[in-house]
Nanobody, 120 residues
Framework: QVQLVESGGGLVQPGGSLRLSCAASGSIFSLNRMGWYRQAPGKQRELVATITRGGSTNYADSVKGRFTISRDNAKNTVYLQMNSLKPEDTADYYC??????????????WGQGTLVTVSS
């Protein structure tokens, strides 16, 4: 009963920037940890960044200093600002949200994915 809608992916040149958005809707009592994962062809899905309800963040070493995760609790939305993009950042990016529903169920929900391609 909780849905995530991702947006913001696209094609950019190395060194460029993109901002991903993930909006949650449905039977939401509270949003807990929110995050972004990515999966490149032939590779395992890996954590990119997470942010807790209190604003504590965690980043993969490969994106530290370049990516910034943030959230707007009023909009039930998490963002990923990606700067200084590299070809190795090319992947499908997936939003992940931990949520307590209105009937007090703990859920972990995945978005549909949005493709980021960094290429000259």
């Amino acid at each position: 009963q909780v849905q995530l809608v991702e947006s913001g992916g696209g094609l950019v040149q190395p060194g460029g920037s993109l901002r991903l958005s993930c909006a949650a809707s449905g039977s939401i009592f509270s949003l807990n940890r929110m995050g972004w994962y990515r999966q490149a062809p032939g590779k395992q899905r890996e954590l990119v960044a997470t942010i807790t309800r209190g604003g504590s963040t965690n980043y993969a070493d490969s994106v530290k200093g370049r990516f910034t995760i943030s959230r707007d609790n009023a909009k039930n939305t998490v963002y990923l600002q990606m700067n200084s993009l590299k070809p190795e950042d090319t992947a499908d990016y997936y939003c992940n949200v931990r949520v307590v529903s209105h009937d007090y169920r703990y859920l972990e929900v995945w978005g549909q994915g949005t493709l980021v391609t960094v290429s000259s």
